[in-house]
């Protein structure tokens, strides 16, 4: 996998992200290049079993206000041992709050708190089951 961030002024440098899968491409876009920009935070549920993708959601946290929330209650509402890919894609950071990044962490291990504006992340994460949670 690889997320991508836009970055600078203008498109003199296009830039790009993907996921693959079994060496088959289940996601990509690009920064001023030939593909979908989807800005922002794109999940994609994965079943474990035949390595392949049984959801697939796009917020657009740089400009949505309410993409934050919308991650968030996103989330928390997977079953536990969910497992998920998650890339981002141009800047998912402006609109993205406490309150979803909390999740991450709390629900999922992930620090990304320290990612700025225009930076980029990526992870494969499974949900913990609630038994679990903050052993981390």
Not at 3 to 17: I, M, Q, V
């Amino acid at each position: 996998m690889l997320a991508y961030s836009a970055h600078g002024s203008g498109c003199e440098t296009p830039t790009a992200g993907h996921v693959k899968l079994n060496g088959a491409v289940v996601w990509q876009g690009s920064f001023c290049g030939n593909l979908p920009n989807p800005r922002g935070i794109n999940i994609l549920e994965i079943n474990p079993i035949t390595c392949s993708v049984e959801e697939r959601r796009h917020y657009n946290t740089h400009e949505v206000t309410k993409a934050s929330d919308q991650v968030r209650g996103y989330l928390q509402r997977m079953n536990a041992r969910t497992v998920i890919v998650g890339v981002t894609a141009d800047e998912p950071t402006r609109k993205l709050t406490w309150r979803a990044t909390s999740v991450l962490y709390d629900q999922f291990g992930l620090h990304i708190g320290d990612v700025g504006y225009r930076g980029s992340f990526a992870f494969i994460a499974q949900k913990v089951h609630p038994s679990s949670q903050g052993s981390y």
